[in-house]
């Protein structure tokens, strides 16, 4: 080879080494950890869910942080020598190169316990928040269903395991009015101020061109609800029973019971309850009730499903989510939203993703 391309060669690598890598990963590391992220979040709710079927407890880890070091180096040794005519060893030309590439990646992992866990999971989830997840487009049967234990004294389905409640239908017939009024647009969500300046959360309706059907779903939601039908207004409060005719009580629930409800539909083995590790659901829910259909169904196989939205292994089984199966989709990413609400949006309570590179 000629002394030109070693040094062509030589020059190249040299280039190369001194070059950063840095804009070059952020492409597929942003995506790869978000993706990454999603899906263990994902699996990590699901198991929870199945570990409150089995009497166990449920732990929650978060990604504190993830810190994901590049650091690229490369040398280049050239030497020679230039001999007279004369001389025995004549002309010579050593080239040498090295290059070193390191991925150092640091993901720190906290439990969530203490006050933290007793604020995120333990707490009932405020009813305003409940509102205007609603107002905000997500679905007020499933909002409220998973939700709300109560409203205005009207109860729902006992979200224990075993020989849970049956639910009151009036409930059930309440919530998909709410639903119908809600979807016609005549009615919203707003936060005023009330006494002593403190925020209050009120449902107002809207009277002008309301279609007939519902004009009547309103008085059969006031009759219900035992409010009254005049008033274009109602303050929303968190309680079991109202204190007057414009009041609306809603009992919320903790993220915990949301999970609980949410393990009673699960298909365990029948093996599992024979052998005593978790009990059967002995429920049957009434006419108005099953209207509304299933909020979340989490299947059970001893082989890996094939095509699976979400899947986790527990005991000797898996249990998953159906790919095609959209209504439990929808119902376990709003239980994920709902907790990152719950986390009081500060940012520090976020991933941070930092990565340096160069």
């Known amino acids: 080879m000629r002394p030109a391309q070693f040094l062509f060669m030589a020059f190249s690598l040299f280039f190369f080494g001194c070059s950063s890598i840095g804009p070059g990963t952020v492409h597929h590391d942003r995506f790869d950890y978000n993706n990454a992220l999603s899906v263990s979040w994902k699996e ?10 089995y009497g166990d407890m449920p732990i929650f880890l978060e990604v504190a942080s993830i810190v994901s070091g590049y650091s ?11 001999s007279s005519e004369d001389t025995v060893q004549g002309d010579y ?18 439990p969530i316990k203490g006050d933290k866990f007793h604020k995120n ?12 997840l609603i107002e905000s487009g997500w679905p007020t049967e499933i909002v409220l269903r998973l939700t709300i234990d109560s409203v205005n004294g009207l109860r729902g389905r006992s979200v224990f ?15 998909h009015l709410i639903s119908q009024i809600q979807e016609s647009g005549t009615m919203a969500f707003r936060i005023i101020k009330g006494e002593n300046s403190q925020e209050m959360t009120v449902i107002f309706f809207y009277k002008d061109d309301m279609p007939e059907e519902i004009i009547g779903s309103r008085k059969e939601l006031a009759r219900l609800l035992e409010i009254d039908e005049q008033l274009d207004q109602i303050a929303v409060t968190y309680g079991l029973l109202p204190k007057s005719k414009n009041e609306l009580a809603l009992m919320t629930r903790s993220m915990l019971q949301m999970l609980i409800a949410l393990s009673t539909t699960i298909e365990v083995p029948e093996s599992h309850v024979t052998e005593h590790l978790t009990y059967p659901i002995r429920y049957q829910p009434g006419e108005e009730e099953a209207k509304l259909g299933k909020l ?43 907790f990152s609400m719950m986390e009081g949006g500060e940012s520090e309570g976020l991933p941070l993703v930092t990565i340096p590179a160069g």
């Open 161 to 175: 395991m075993i020989n849970p409640r049956q639910g009151n239908q009036d409930f059930y017939r309440v919530l």
């Open 72 to 82: 690229l180096e490369g040398t280049v040794n050239l030497t020679g020598n230039v």
């Open 93 to 110: 030309l050593s080239l040498g190169t090295g290059g070193k590439f390191t991925d150092r990646p640091t993901i720190t992992y906290a």
């Open 296 to 338: 979340m169904r989490i299947h059970s196989s001893t082989e890996q499903p094939d095509r699976a939205f979400v899947s986790v292994k527990h005991l000797d089984h898996w249990f998953w989510i159906d790919e095609s199966d959209f209504a439990s989709k929808r119902t376990l990413s709003f239980v994920m939203l709902l």
């Open 44 to 53: 990590q709710t699901l198991l929870n869910i199945v570990r409150l079927r």
């Open 121 to 132: 999971f333990m707490t009932p989830v405020p009813p305003k928040l409940i509102l205007f």
